[in-house]
T-cell receptor, first 109, second 116 residues
Framework: GQQVMQIPQYQHVQEGEDFTTYCNSS?????IQWYKQRPGGHPVFLIQ?????EVKKQKRLTFQFGEAKKNSSLHITATQTTDVGTYFC?????????FGAGTILRVKS | TAGITQAPTSQILAAGRSMTLRCTQD?????MYWYRQDLGLGLRLIHY???????GKGEVPDGYSVSRANTDDFPLTLASAVPSQTSVYFC???????????????FGPGTRLTVL
């Protein structure tokens, strides 16, 4: 069945450094979503990408959907302590959403 | 608006006991979901409901049951809890189950369940 692989599993960065998490699918996706979960919190929707090669920005966050629509990335420029948490990608698997395992981001101040 | 509420916030349960996790949404969403979250495994779908009166099995349904008597409520029942069901459980909802169009999921605050 549909699988969504996410790397790295964990990353610890110095405040001000950049961070990137990658998401890869075994099949072509019609769209991909990204969620953020703060420590102790619940996942919160960030964005959905639909078009091949699409790039969207939200302040310091840049989301990209690959040309083949089988991979995606989330890049954070100049991380801040407020960026800590787990970032999930999710793609359609049949009529359901399949989540990646998530990337845990820790930021040292 | 409250969005999605879950109860209880946390629970310690003896193995073999039954328990129902409650979930209520006030957004009139058609679709609702139950996920469990375990470290390193992400969010795994237990059961889902496309609309009131219908339910379906997700990736890890064994040991769990759900019902959807109305639009707002989607309780999850563990008939006879086992230690492997120790996890954080999230309820979520979305306008529909369509995955081909814009359809974000809204998550509740979660229930932390420990089965001893």
């Amino acid at each position: 069945g549909q699988q969504v692989m996410q790397i790295p599993q964990y990353q610890h960065v110095q405040e001000g450094e950049d961070f990137t998490t990658y998401c890869n699918s075994s099949t072509t996706l019609s769209n991909i979503q990204w969620y953020k979960q703060r420590p102790g919190g619940h996942p919160v929707f960030l964005i959905q990408l639909v078009k091949s090669g699409e790039v969207k920005k939200q302040k310091r966050l840049t989301f990209q959907f690959g040309e083949a629509k089988k991979n995606s990335s989330l890049h954070i420029t100049a991380t801040q302590t407020t960026d800590v948490g787990t970032y999930f990608c999710a793609g359609p698997g049949g009529n359901k959403l399949v989540f990646g395992a998530g990337t845990i981001l820790r930021v040292k101040s | 608006t409250a969005g999605i509420t879950q109860a209880p916030t946390s629970q310690i349960l003896a193995a073999g006991r039954s328990m129902t996790l409650r979930c209520t949404q006030d957004m009139r969403h058609n679709a609702m979901y139950w996920y469990r979250q375990d470290l390193g495994l992400g969010l795994r779908l237990i059961h889902y409901s496309n609309t009131a009166g219908t339910t379906g099995k997700g990736e890890v349904p064994d040991g769990y049951s759900v019902s959807r008597a109305n639009t707002d409520d989607f309780p999850l029942t563990l008939a006879s809890a086992v230690p492997s069901q120790t996890s954080v459980y999230f309820c979520a909802s979305s306008d529909s189950m369509s995955t081909s169009s814009y359809n974000e999921q809204f998550f509740g605050p979660g229930t932390r369940l420990t089965v001893l």
